[in-house]
């Protein structure tokens, strides 16, 4: 049982299912690199009760890959998504008393690290909050409004292409050392990315919008439960999406594409949030 394996940590078989689609690259990889200096940066705006930066995205298509067939999802109006996942300074701006904890010995509580040990509910009304005292609109993205800002306009299931050892730039994941200290029963990345845990956010390069650790570092909640294009509000319905990975995520996993699920009460050391704006 991959759960009891893992004491629960990877999270996408914390029901012991894999939901979404992973895919196992066995085709030459291409990679995509980067090149800043030729991307013009998307408008920016940094919300002043928060902190908290925004990125501005324009309207726009992607492809949706799965196991056998590509879909092309298109999102009809423009919208802000914060620049990095909420960290803990942020989010004690709204709960002063929250303790991200501590993970087999290492700190989790850092000012700039991403906030977790939340749940879906506190996410939800950490973006009320901001309702209320911005006078602006803000809530957790949809599934397909978190994967078009991940996918940043490329191609690839990575926005920096398809080499999974060229994670370490861009994303805190799994890796050799993090491997030996925890013992992880899964395949780790081929290149070392410097941090046990969580990092402080912005350490990783961007993707084309800006956007940091939108793969890796922390999984991040979105409002949908099974249509990636809405947000669902009924508690009835007690799941909802998960996305991006996070540092102990296995290389089939640290991609645009993949998902999970996880109880709106449901609480981890490695799921955050960040947040939209329209």
Wanted: aromatic content about 12%; hydrophobic content about 35%.
């Amino acid at each position: 049982n991959v759960s009891k394996a893992t004491n629960n940590v990877q999270v996408p078989w914390m029901e012991g299912v894999l939901l979404g689609d992973f895919y196992f690259e066995t085709r030459k990889p291409s990679i995509g690199k980067i090149n800043v200096s030729l991307i013009k940066s998307p408008p920016t705006w940094i919300e002043p009760i928060s902190g908290i930066p925004f990125v501005h995205l324009s309207n726009g298509c992607f492809i949706k890959n799965s196991s056998d067939e590509n879909k092309k999802v298109c999102l009809q109006r423009d919208y802000w998504v914060s620049k990095y996942e909420i960290t803990n300074d942020q989010y004690r701006r709204y709960k002063t008393s929250h303790n991200s904890g501590i993970f087999k010995g290492f700190d989790l509580n850092g000012s700039n690290q991403p906030v977790v040990n939340i749940s879906w509910l506190e996410a939800k009304k950490f973006t009320e909050w901001l309702n209320k005292n911005s006078k602006k609109r803000f809530r957790l993205p949809t599934e397909f409004e978190w994967e078009y800002a991940a996918r940043s306009n490329t191609e690839s299931l990575r926005y920096w292409g398809e080499e999974t050892n060229m994670a370490c730039q861009f994303a805190n994941v799994s890796d050799p050392i993090s491997q030996a200290k925890f013992v992880w029963h899964w395949g780790v990345h081929n290149c070392y990315d410097n941090h046990n845990v969580s990092a402080p956010v912005g350490e990783f390069k961007p993707n084309r919008f800006g956007l940091h650790d939108m793969i890796g570092n922390v999984w991040e909640y979105t409002c949908s439960a099974n249509n990636g294009h809405e947000c669902n509000y009924d508690l009835n319905q007690d799941k909802r999406i998960i996305k991006g990975g996070s540092w102990n995520s296995n290389i089939h996993i640290t991609h645009a594409n993949s998902k999970s699920k996880v109880s709106i009460d449901n609480k981890h050391v490695a799921i955050g949030f960040r947040v939209l704006m329209f």
